[in-house]
């Protein structure tokens, strides 16, 4: 087996039904199905029920959380990797799974990650590397990343962690441990925005901050801090052209205008003070 699809579910009947059949509509079959339901009380388990013909493994029964039904989903799971589309997430269109299963059957990657489209209307392309930077200001998107099952075993979500275990993942495996990570050009997974996670914003930063400093010294994380957030306006400012198109504009416009210079400016003083070696 190689894909294992894994569903975590609690009082989202709506959502739920919406994941299961947008699991089912892949016109690739050459995967496993995996729900864990946490007791729902609104009727999610009678929606499991209509599909549980087509639904590999499935269990609802009280849990610690979304973390704890994820790790669980882990266990139950036979692939060799694992992709979570929890409830109300949905895949992009019919074909992901024809899409990527070769590459996942390729195995060069630990972790393998596509697009996302997000519920408000915007795609969010997969990073073509992964850096501390990158996970310092963002993230990956779980719903889009294929994960080898081993990796999860051996690494399982912080169930202390009420909205950041996935993002600590990222960190602990890519940044310290370095396991391998490739990007895909394909969209997998439409994204509900409207979870947890970006509700309690707040609340989120906070459990980041806690993490990191698990990681990192206090000091470390000040000066990190600075110099790819900023703790003042101007930090802020300087970071924000840097990053933007307009610098690199800039800063091509500069090369070009000192080129043009040297050509018919040749006995220009800045010419002479800063020089540039044309190719």
């Not at 690739?28 to 639904?55: H, M, N, W």
């Not at 990570?181 to 906070?206: E, L, P, Q």
Request: with cysteine; proline share 2%; aromatic share 14%.
């Amino acid at each position: 087996m190689i894909l294992s699809i894994i569903t975590v579910n609690y009082n989202n009947k709506c959502g739920l039904r919406k994941t299961i059949e947008s699991v089912l509509a892949q016109t690739c079959s050459d995967f496993e199905f995996v729900i864990v339901d946490g007791a729902s009380t609104d009727g999610g388990v009678d929606v499991i029920k209509e599909y549980a013909e087509r639904i590999d493994i499935w269990s609802s029964e009280p849990d610690k959380g979304v973390y704890n039904a994820m790790n669980k989903g882990v266990k139950a799971a036979h692939g060799e990797y694992c992709l979570f589309l929890n409830s109300g997430d949905t895949f992009y269109d019919n074909d992901v799974v024809k899409n990527v299963i070769g590459r996942l059957s390729e195995g060069k990657s630990d972790i393998m990650t596509g697009g996302t489209w997000l519920s408000f209307g915007r795609l969010v392309s997969a990073p073509h590397a992964v850096s501390m930077a990158f996970l310092y200001a963002g993230t990956l998107c779980h719903q889009a990343s294929f994960i080898r099952r081993e990796l999860l075993l051996k690494f399982p979500y912080d169930e202390t962690l009420r909205y950041v275990a996935d993002w600590k993942f990222w960190v602990e495996t890519l940044i310290f441990h370095d396991y391998t990570y490739s990007s895909m050009d394909v969209t997998i997974a439409n994204y509900d925005w409207n979870g947890m996670s970006t509700v309690h914003y707040k609340d989120v930063d906070k459990e980041k901050e806690r993490v990191l400093q698990s990681f990192f010294p206090v000091k470390v994380l000040e000066d990190y801090h600075r110099f790819t957030i900023g703790d003042n306006w101007e930090d802020k400012l300087y970071i924000a052209i840097k990053s933007s198109r307009f610098h690199a504009l800039i800063y091509s416009v500069n090369v070009c205008l000192i080129r043009f210079m040297q050509i018919f400016k040749k006995g220009a003083f800045w010419i002479k003070e800063y020089p540039v070696k044309l190719k």
